[in-house]
């Protein structure tokens, strides 16, 4: 596969490898008593392709990109990973990493090799490391039943293995925006035991999008260290126990607005003190996020079963600057939050006939959220005024928990040679501190091959898609009342489960042996449609819901490889409809709920056009790529009635290998310009349902990389 090919394609049946007979085949010639490199090989493979037919995606698109590719995305394994997000039809950048699929916020389902990651927090620290990827796919639209509550997409992520290492990796990597990013990456095989690991750190000075038009912000430094650790251990030919694990550590300092003006004032401060100016504000923010999740697969010839528990603790820390956050807004409010996760998935898959093959499984999972705040606030009058420059002090610190528990079945039921239906369905249950729901979620997919380069596909799904437990209770409300922290006003639903249809079609079309393209239409009805929101200078986010919503979009992705040469054009578009805001409403203006209340708007993060596209060169010594991406702007204003301006950012790479170096080892010098015309564009001026903060996309910047095996 060339460097820039985007593999496209509707997946229609379980066998992930057309040479999975052939593995087992070699498999069984080797003697049990005689351990080679070829049999580890071996084995390992076909333990990954029985892994892949428990978790097929059947029907749901998917989109996928390999490590070619990534070599030839900006910056390569050192881009961040929404940047990898971005080459897929239908994603769309937000700010603080965010990304959006399909007009969805958030809701994507992280998996790495086959294993749920639990869910984290929602912060702006990119947790998944690109440079831990050999392969990534992006399954969207109706998805079969083994997969649950999170739906927007599933990221499905294939890591690098001690089994495909050829060598131990150092990079070196810098440049613009003072960036220092080293990394190191091992792995390898002893026996049955395998092993690949990555330490990185990254400190540079754009670690949030700049609110400010400017080329360089003001305070904004990043320090951030990620580990990443997998480990198998092959029992026998039929099973193995795997461990993944990942510590990530960060700190962003908040970027400033300078010339805000005061309007508070602060006992003991002065308003002509050049210090106390917004440009010279604090804030800071640490994220720290963990997890551990053991593995034991055992397959046997038509039975296939995978069992995880699995763990994980993030904290979010943010800390304010007193004085200056006082004048400036009124409040400065140091926040904890912080989830614990722990559970446990089941998936298994048996091939009953030649005909139907059964699948099957639960997932159940337990949170408990915690929120501390200490919050320095001034007392104010009926009319908002204020009473006192002697702020006062307020101790507030509360908790949530929620249960998780969804179980499926399903039959994929090949009708004929070039049909294949696959249908089922899954019961989910949620219960929290702040609400009960379940329901039961049938699902189906169609697929036709009428020819060997011509794939249709045709699906609904129901879905059942909780919140996350982060509900404010009505005391805490209460309790800041009569102060500058006191909220919009006093209703206070609890956030419901999101329930939906979703319906999708499309088509695969292989053109020629180079080239092929895909074309998707979907639609979704939701009932609590969920969303996230920003309502502080904290970045944490919290859900809120619309009682109806709609999302509906059609995409197009081609790509065409040929020799050294790999090109890929993508294109989307989505149209959103929200009415009723009915969970959360303390967070919103009054005059703003009554307009929702009446008429349907669109969410703020919809982007209703957006195209990728990039062509590349790869051969033995050098890669060079162009690569586009085309954003028409998310929503602003009041109710979201604006849009921020459409943008188009070129950016463009080369890298040269040399294969002959004294110490008989690769060496790879890299270079990258990310915004090769130094576009401005603002994603957010800080308006919108559920947006704080004003945000720019980042302006030029030059990196340079050298990467050496040994």
């Not at 959006?100 to 702006?124: A, D, I, M, Q, W």
Request: aromatic share 12%; charged share 20%; net charge neutral.
């Amino acid at each position: 596969m060339s460097s820039f090919a985007l593999l496209i394609a509707v997946k229609a049946h379980a066998d992930p490898l057309p040479a999975t007979k052939t593995a087992e085949k070699n498999t069984r010639t080797v003697p049990q008593n005689s351990v080679t490199p070829t049999e580890k090989i071996t084995v390992t493979g076909k333990l990954n392709q029985e892994r892949g037919r428990i978790f097929p995606s059947l029907g749901a698109v998917s989109y996928g990109v390999d490590q070619r590719q990534i070599q030839a995305t900006p910056q390569g394994q050192n881009a961040a990973f929404n940047q990898i997000m971005l080459r897929m039809p239908g994603v769309v950048l937000d700010s603080y990493g965010e990304v959006h699929v399909r007009g969805e916020h958030g809701g994507l389902t992280y998996r790495v090799n086959g294993v749920l990651l639990p869910e984290g927090l929602n912060g702006f620290g990119q947790e998944l490391d690109t440079r831990i990827i050999d392969s990534v796919d992006l399954l969207a639209g109706t998805l079969p039943a083994q997969f649950g509550f999170r739906t927007a997409g599933i990221v499905d992520v294939k890591t690098k293995s001690g089994s495909s290492l050829k060598h131990n990796q150092l990079s070196l990597y810098g440049g613009s925006y003072n960036t220092f990013a080293p990394s190191l990456q091992l792995g390898g095989e002893k026996g049955r035991f395998e092993y690949f690991t990555t330490l990185s750190f990254n400190r540079n000075n754009i670690g949030i999008e700049n609110p400010t038009s400017s080329f360089r912000p003001i305070h904004d430094v990043t320090e951030q260290e990620k580990g990443f650790g997998y480990f198998s251990w092959r029992l026998d030919d039929t099973s193995r126990i795997s461990l993944l694990t990942s510590a990530s550590y960060a700190k962003f300092e908040l970027p400033n607005t300078p010339g805000l003006p005061q309007i508070y004032a602060v006992s003991g401060s002065s308003p002509n003190d050049k210090n106390l100016q917004s440009r010279y504000l604090n804030d800071s923010q640490t994220e720290q996020n963990y997890y551990a999740v053991l593995s034991y697969q055992h397959s046997l010839d038509k039975l296939n079963f995978q069992v995880s528990p699995f763990f994980r603790y993030g904290r979010i820390d943010y800390t304010p600057d007193p004085i200056r956050d006082l004048m400036f807004q009124g409040v400065a409010q140091h926040e904890i939050n912080d989830f614990t996760t722990a559970g446990a998935q089941f998936d298994l898959s048996w091939k009953i006939t030649h005909q139907h093959t059964l699948r099957a499984g639960f997932l159940g999972q337990y949170t408990a959220e915690r929120l501390d705040t200490d919050t320095l606030l001034f007392p104010v009058d009926e009319k908002g005024l204020q009473l006192s420059a002697i702020p006062q002090r307020m101790i507030d610190n509360t908790g949530n928990w929620s249960a998780e528990a969804g179980a499926y079945i399903q039959d994929e039921y090949h009708i004929t040679q070039k049909l294949t239906l696959n249908y089922g369905a899954r019961y989910d249950r949620f219960a929290s501190s702040f609400g009960n729901q379940g329901q039961l979620s049938p699902r189906v997919n169609i697929v036709w091959k009428p020819t060997g380069k011509t794939t249709f596909h045709l699906g609904y799904s129901r879905y059942f898609a909780p919140p996350s437990p982060q509900y404010i209770h009505p005391t805490t409300l209460a309790r800041f009342s009569g102060t500058t922290n006191a909220p919009e006003n006093t209703t206070d639903t609890p956030t419901r489960v999101e329930t939906s249809h979703y319906i999708d079609a499309g088509i695969l079309q292989h053109v020629t042996h180079d080239f092929q393209i895909t074309i998707d239409a979907y639609s979704k009805w939701a009932h609590n449609l969920t969303d996230l929101g920003q309502f502080g200078r904290a970045v944490i986010l919290a859900p809120f819901s619309y009682r109806r919503g709609q999302v509906y979009g059609a995409e197009f992705g081609s790509s065409w490889h040929h020799g050294p040469w790999s090109v890929f054009g993508n294109f989307s578009f989505v149209q959103t409809a929200a009415k009723n805001i009915n969970s959360a409403e303390y967070q919103f203006a009054v005059d703003e709920l009554a307009y929702i209340r009446r008429n349907a708007i669109q969410l703020d993060h919809q982007g209703r056009y957006t195209a990728s596209a990039g062509a590349s060169y790869s051969s033995k010594h050098h890669m060079a790529y162009i690569d586009f991406i085309y954003g028409n702007g998310l929503r602003s204003g009041f109710a979201n009635l604006k849009k921020q301006p459409q943008y188009d950012i070129f950016n463009t790479g080369y890298q040269y290998t040399l294969t002959h170096t004294p110490f008989g080892y690769d060496a790879k010098f890299r270079v990258d310009i990310v915004n090769l015309f130094d576009r401005r564009y603002q994603l957010r001026d800080g308006s919108g349902v559920g947006v704080y903060q004003a945000q720019y996309g980042q302006r030029r910047g030059t990196y340079f990389s050298v990467i050496s095996d040994f």
